[in-house]
């Protein structure tokens, strides 16, 4: 399906027009085709395949740039009329601006993203700023920042106090101010959701923010239910895949070890005669 790229200039619009974004994670080429004719307006190739593809007990803190590049070529190359964000995995911009630059500069020349995301607030508004004044296009991520679990003691949603709702506002602003084109909020109250979303000039969307922000984000995993291990409060699931494919497998095994699979409608054909000749060929090989 061929289609209009979105852009920023878009999700501005979308911002003032109170149109709502849609937005899911992919890893894959076959994903975000299939996101592409669904008419999704944005991807995000989210470090979170260090838990939905790679399995790794430790979440997202094991991935890398490398391991994001790939998956973004894979991405770019299925949905190239999708306005695709790469998502810079732990490690490759905490440690300074330089190290910040470099690593968003390989996402865009390497895959070619549209835009590159980051997490956390005021402590990382001088890593934004580099990445900004390079030239590229930066989305925010405040709230629940799972690079950082380990210090919020777990996925735990965040902002549920007037005070830790301040400080979050206060990350918002200082995201805003370091030249963030886009924020996301994740696992925050709908109240600090529809408070940053109104008070900041730049589109901010939710995954766990409820339903006030101008768009809405969730992990493709969960939503196609692939991802079993655990539900966030904040998805729907729209799928069992995980189901379907398991069934699908056990009847596959099933089939061949009875012997109902492959059938003749599987098998190549000999050219007309040539079944005999080999018969023939073959006894003079005894
Ligand atoms: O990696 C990711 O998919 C994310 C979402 C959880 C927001 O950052």
């Given amino acids: 399906m061929d289609r209009k790229k979105k852009g920023l200039l878009d999700f501005r619009r979308m911002k003032e027009e109170k149109e709502r974004l849609t937005w899911l994670t992919a890893y894959d080429y076959p994903t975000a085709r299939f996101e592409e004719?669904?008419?999704?307006?944005?991807?995000?190739?989210?470090?979170?395949?260090?838990?939905?593809?790679?399995?790794?007990?430790?979440?997202?803190?094991?991935?890398?740039?490398?391991?994001?590049?790939?998956?973004?070529?894979?991405?770019?190359?299925?949905?190239?009329?999708?306005?695709?964000?790469?998502?810079?995995?732990?490690?490759s911009y905490q440690t300074t601006p330089d190290d910040a630059v470099r690593n968003a500069v390989r996402f865009v020349k390497e895959s070619e993203v549209d835009a590159v995301k980051l997490e956390g607030g005021r402590r990382v508004a001088p890593m934004i700023r580099a990445i900004v004044d390079a030239g590229m296009v930066l989305c925010g991520h405040i709230g629940l920042t799972p690079q950082s679990t380990g210090?919020?003691?777990?996925?735990?949603?965040?902002?549920?106090?007037?005070?830790?709702?301040?400080?979050?506002?206060?990350?918002?602003?200082?995201?805003?101010?370091?030249?963030?084109?886009?924020?996301?909020?994740?696992?925050?109250?709908?109240?600090v959701g529809e408070f940053i979303t109104k008070d900041l000039d730049i589109p901010v969307y939710?995954?766990?923010?409820?339903?006030?922000?101008?768009?809405?984000?969730?992990?493709?995993?969960?939503?196609?239910?692939?991802?079993?291990?655990?539900k966030p409060k904040f998805v729907r699931r729209y799928a069992e895949v995980a189901d379907i494919s398991v069934k699908a497998l056990t009847e596959y095994v099933n089939d061949v070890r009875a012997g109902r699979f492959p059938e003749d409608i599987h098998c190549y054909k000999m050219i007309e005669g040539e079944a005999a000749r080999l018969e023939q060929l073959a006894k003079d090989l005894r």
């Fill in 151 to 191: 210090q919020f003691g777990g996925y735990k949603a965040q902002g549920r106090t007037a005070e830790s709702a301040i400080e979050l506002i206060k990350d918002a602003r200082a995201v805003r101010d370091a030249g963030a084109a886009l924020l996301l909020l994740e696992a925050v109250t709908p109240e």
């Fill in 206 to 230: 939710s995954i766990g923010a409820g339903p006030l922000c101008d768009g809405q984000l969730l992990i493709v995993s969960d939503v196609l239910g692939i991802w079993e291990a655990f």
């Fill in 37 to 91: 004719q669904a008419g999704i307006d944005m991807i995000l190739v989210g470090d979170s395949m260090g838990n939905v593809v790679y399995g790794y007990p430790s979440g997202t803190l094991p991935v890398t740039m490398d391991m994001c590049i790939v998956h973004c070529q894979a991405v770019r190359r299925g949905a190239p009329n999708t306005f695709v964000m790469g998502d810079m995995p732990f490690g």
